[in-house]
């Protein structure tokens, strides 16, 4: 005879099962092809031929819902190894198609090809896609936008038109061989020439005012815009003329709504707001600039701009004769303005965050310099040292020969260490004028932090101050991440945890860390697997502003990195 409560545990695997079959039914598998290839681009008046994705720059939108599938056949007709990078997507167990080079896998050669597969879970909103292999991205890339599932909707009144605006940098120059020369003197990279919107440089640049991107919108309706930062090196200030943004997500996390006349976007980040057509019906610029934390440090001093297009539905033709209203941006070097925008983000309510935590880490990010050796062109500082960056004093070196994850799971010796340290090899004032100099040259290495499975881990992120202190955006694969705090100088361990907010902190998988100052997140390790943490300012990853953590298999199936697909490519 059953008993009453073996058959209630029944009937609760029973409509587990039922809920589980009908959320499968929802789900749909989205194929997609890409095709990475030279095509000729023409900006600022000259014609190049540009790395872009089935010849679209950007790229291709994909839109898909919560809890879709994607399959991309990604093929390579071009003359460079390739990646790309799901940016955001948490790739839960399905690790191999993460993306970046000689991380999760070895590059697509030229002429070779291979399929990225994964489910989308517990995620709505902006992410992106990028090249992660040299400095590809700086035209491949494109906007990956998480719908709700059928039958829900956003938290927040559903807007009339929903517009992706993504951030861009462009060189009138090949940006690889902008990056081959700064690796073979050493020194740094010259800066781009302009910055875009949705591909176009806008109305102040020579030969770019008949494509400045227009966004058609109506008197009276409120607008979604996507915003997302695909530039190379440059976080961007951005600011619409005469109207107001609220913000509502940031890396495909919701936010409590929160008013701004501007947004400060790093590389990586996406911010999503909402923006009321409220004015006259006439033309107003979207805007973006630098914001630029190092000190004395070469960047570029432009301006991008789009333009919003009121259509009253009227006689009256708003066209290019009218000029569109100017927007006030911030100074270049405001970073009490990029503090404020941060300090308004918070979740939209309570979250799980964690007091007792398993793993403390403390890492120092900076950059640095190497002494130069005979026979080295040298074009660092003095015209002898040599550019280089590093997390607690080790500029990471990317392997050659494997990729971490596939010597990861199959054993396979000599690839990497897993001996990266916790905390700094040597503690310093570390946001002083005056570094001793002794610290300014790290030790190169490819050594991982190892995790065990469901541990909680809390990481102090620190600028320093050796060569110049500068805000780093720090992105984690794999992950998404609450940030518990931000301050300016040391992080305290004994005053500086008041300032953790249990509560509602902000999630996110890009952190702006504040220049001469630091930022606290905490996450849970249950996503198996190697996972790169680096500087989404691309020079810095070049220069090794980088680390990974080997995150272990937990117990069963589930809690396993899936087996390599057939098609990975091999070294």
């Not at 005012?209 to 976080?235: D, M, S």
């Not at 860390?513 to 198996?528: E, H, L, S, T, Y």
Request: hydrophobic residues 40%.
């Amino acid at each position: 005879m059953t008993s009453p409560s073996s058959s209630s545990s029944w009937l609760l695997l029973l409509l587990s099962c039922l809920a589980l079959a009908l959320l499968a039914a929802d789900a749909e598998v989205h194929h997609h092809e890409f095709v990475v290839q030279e095509t000729p681009v023409k900006r600022l008046c000259k014609t190049h031929n540009v790395i872009t994705v089935n010849g679209q720059y950007p790229g291709p939108t994909l839109e898909v819902r919560e809890g879709d599938t994607l399959v991309i056949n990604v093929v390579n007709r071009a003359q460079y190894n390739v990646t790309i990078h799901w940016h955001g997507i948490r790739q839960m167990r399905t690790g191999w198609a993460d993306g970046p080079e000689f991380v999760t896998q070895c590059p697509i050669r030229p002429g070779g090809s291979y399929k990225y597969r994964f489910t989308i879970e517990g995620q709505e909103g902006t992410l992106w896609w990028h090249a992660h292999s040299s400095w590809l991205r700086a035209t491949v890339y494109g906007a990956l936008i998480i719908r709700p599932r059928e039958n829900k909707t956003y938290p927040f009144a559903k807007p009339s038109r929903e517009v992706p605006v993504i951030l861009g940098e462009w060189w009138d120059a090949n940006p690889i061989d902008v990056i081959r020369e700064a690796q073979r003197t050493g020194g740094a990279p010259n800066v781009s020439d302009a910055f875009t919107i949705n591909g176009q440089p806008g109305d102040l640049y020579k030969c770019s005012q008949k494509e400045t991107t227009a966004i058609p919108v109506k008197p009276g309706e409120t607008a979604l815009l996507r915003f997302i930062n695909a530039a190379l090196n440059h976080e961007l200030f951005v600011t619409i003329a005469q109207h107001r943004m609220t913000v509502v997500a940031t890396d495909a996390s919701y936010t409590k709504p929160f008013t701004t006349s501007v947004l400060m976007v790093a590389p990586g980040q996406t911010t999503d707001v909402l923006v009321t057509m409220d004015q006259a019906p006439a033309r107003y610029y979207v805007a973006a600039r630098a914001y630029v934390s190092g000190q004395n440090v070469a960047f570029d001093n432009t301006t991008t701009t789009a333009v919003l297009e009121y259509d009253c539905g009227c006689a009256s033709d708003f066209g290019p004769k009218i000029q569109p209203a100017f927007p006030s941006l911030p100074a270049f070097n405001d970073t009490a303005a990029a503090a404020a925008f941060a300090a308004g983000i918070k979740s939209p309510g309570r979250v799980r965050v964690h007091e007792s935590v398993d793993e403390h880490l403390f890492f120092t990010v900076g950059l640095g310099l190497f002494n130069c050796e005979p026979g080295q062109l040298c074009a660092g500082p003095n015209n002898s040292t040599r550019f280089t960056a590093s997390m607690n004093n080790v500029s990471f070196v990317f392997p050659r020969t494997d990729s971490l994850l596939h010597a990861h799971y199959f054993k396979t010796p000599g690839v990497f260490t897993t001996d990266f340290p916790a905390h700094p090899p040597v503690q310093f004032d570390y946001t002083a004028q005056n570094v001793s100099q002794a610290l300014w040259q790290p030790v190169p290495a490819t050594k991982l932090y190892p995790l065990r499975f469901g541990s909680v881990v809390q990481l102090v992120l620190q600028d320093t101050s050796i060569v110049t202190p500068e805000n780093h955006p720090i992105h984690i694969h794999g992950y998404d991440f609450f940030i518990l705090a931000e301050g300016f100088g040391n992080f305290d361990p004994k005053k500086d945890v008041d300032k953790f907010n249990y509560v509602d902190p902000p999630q996110r998988n890009t952190v702006a860390v504040p220049v001469n100052g630091w930022a606290v997140i905490q996450f849970v390790a249950d996503n198996p697997g190697v996972w790169l943490m680096h500087c989404h300012l691309d020079v810095h990853i070049t220069w090794g502003l980088a680390m990974a953590f080997l995150v272990e298999d937990g117990y069963g199936e589930l809690q396993s990195l899936e087996p390599p697909p057939v098609d990975l490519p091999m070294c």
